[in-house]
């Protein structure tokens, strides 16, 4: 069983900066592919970005290229997610999510555990 608790989130003006933190409790984290998703308000919740356990391999959504890095710290059971340039169709809420990985691979779905999220709102 893991939990999940993203933190950071908050309202920023178009342009600027923030980092996104998840911390996981639980055993094992370094077994665990993190990925960090988000739901914009009347819309569905989309893939954002995930690594790999070791932490050597990420794969974005293509609407965030360029812009967001996910990074984690399996000493400190925690992943992040540093978002840059922020547009304010970036607004929603950011979720973190676990699942137990076999392969070391960073997937797009299946994840099995999920934070509660954390609020991001960019003003233009």
């Known amino acids: 069983q893991v939990q999940l608790i993203e933190s950071g989130g908050e309202l920023v003006q178009a342009g600027g900066s923030l980092r996104l933190s998840c911390a996981a409790s639980?055993?094992?984290?370094?077994?665990?592919?993190m990925g960090w998703f988000r739901q914009a308000p009347g819309k569905e919740r989309e893939f954002v970005a995930a690594?790999?356990?070791?932490?050597?391999?990420?794969i974005y959504a293509d609407s965030v290229k360029g812009r967001f890095t996910i990074s984690r710290d399996n000493a400190k059971n925690t992943v992040y997610l540093q978002i840059d340039s922020l547009k304010p169709e970036d607004t929603a809420v950011y979720y973190c999510?676990?699942?137990?990985?076999?392969?070391?691979?960073?997937?797009?779905?299946?994840?099995?555990?999920w934070g509660q999220g954390t609020q991001v709102t960019v003003s233009s």
């Open positions: 639980g055993r094992a984290f370094s077994y665990y592919a």
């Open positions: 999510a676990a699942v137990r990985s076999f392969t070391d691979v960073a997937p797009r779905g299946g994840y099995d555990y």
């Open positions: 690594i790999n356990p070791s932490g050597g391999s990420t």
